[in-house]
């Protein structure tokens, strides 16, 4: 679970909103509040801003913490890939010999 969604659940929780509560306060469905909070998908910027407000939240709060989230995920998918190329490198260096 991402730190975003531990947020909005948390949040959600603390203000004794279910699921589709919430869900409908922003109008969108249950599935899309589960995604954010269990797969840890991160909404658009104004998304972000309209849940930090149904949750009564920081809105700033609630921004940094999903380009944090945002950030960490687009450095690991450059890393991974970086692993990739680099084992293919090795791969043909070694097979070159």
């Known amino acids: 679970m991402s730190s ?3 947020l909005i659940k948390q949040s959600r929780e603390n203000r004794g909103l279910t699921v589709r509560a919430l869900a409908d306060a922003i109008g969108k469905s249950p599935g899309y509040i589960s995604r954010i909070e269990v797969r840890g998908e991160i909404p658009s910027v104004e998304l972000v801003v309209e849940l930090a407000t149904a949750l009564g939240g920081d809105a700033e709060q609630f921004l940094e913490c999903a380009k944090n989230d945002s950030m960490e995920r687009a450095t690991n998918e ?3 890939k970086y692993q990739d190329a680099l084992a293919l ?9």
């Open 4 to 6: 975003f969604g531990i």
């Open 89 to 97: 490198f090795r791969k043909g260096k070694h097979d070159a010999r």
């Open 78 to 80: 450059v890393e991974t």
